[in-house]
């Protein structure tokens, strides 16, 4: 499968943002889809996973309250809608799919394909 990333870009703190990643071929819903983020300097993090359109999902404990993830198996896009961004939030996110797993992890070495990346910056 091939997953491409998007909307990403700059936004004030306290703001919000939708990523999207559109995934290519016919088994979309069948697969955990996850989304991670790596700042400079730091090593990729785990946000966000969901399994069965939102029947299971998992989120990392700085995100909670702020993120969510949905997806839409008709158009093979999973979304990360961001709000009350706070500048720490800022790095490079990154869409991640598997179908070797029956629910959501935060492990990346779980998943098996990845978006390119998109930028989301928040400033002060």
């Known amino acids: 499968v091939q997953l491409q990333a998007y909307g990403g870009g700059l936004v004030q703190a306290g703001g919000s943002l939708r990523l999207s990643c559109a995934a290519s071929?016919?088994?979309?819903?069948?697969?955990?889809m996850g989304w991670f983020r790596q700042a400079p300097g730091k090593e990729r993090e785990f946000v966000a996973a969901?399994?069965?359109?939102?029947?299971?999902?998992y989120y990392a404990d700085s995100v909670k309250g702020r993120f969510t993830i949905s997806r839409d198996n008709a158009k093979n896009t999973v979304y990360l809608q961001m709000n009350s961004l706070k500048p720490e939030d800022t790095a490079v996110y990154y869409c991640?799919?598997?179908?070797?797993?029956?629910?959501?992890?935060?492990?990346?070495?779980?998943?098996?394909?990845w978006g390119q990346g998109t930028q989301v910056t928040v400033s002060s």
């Open positions: 991640a799919a598997t179908l070797r797993l029956g629910s959501p992890s935060p492990r990346s070495y779980q998943y098996d394909y």
């Open positions: 071929g016919r088994t979309f819903s069948s697969y955990v």
């Open positions: 969901d399994y069965m359109s939102g029947g299971m999902t």
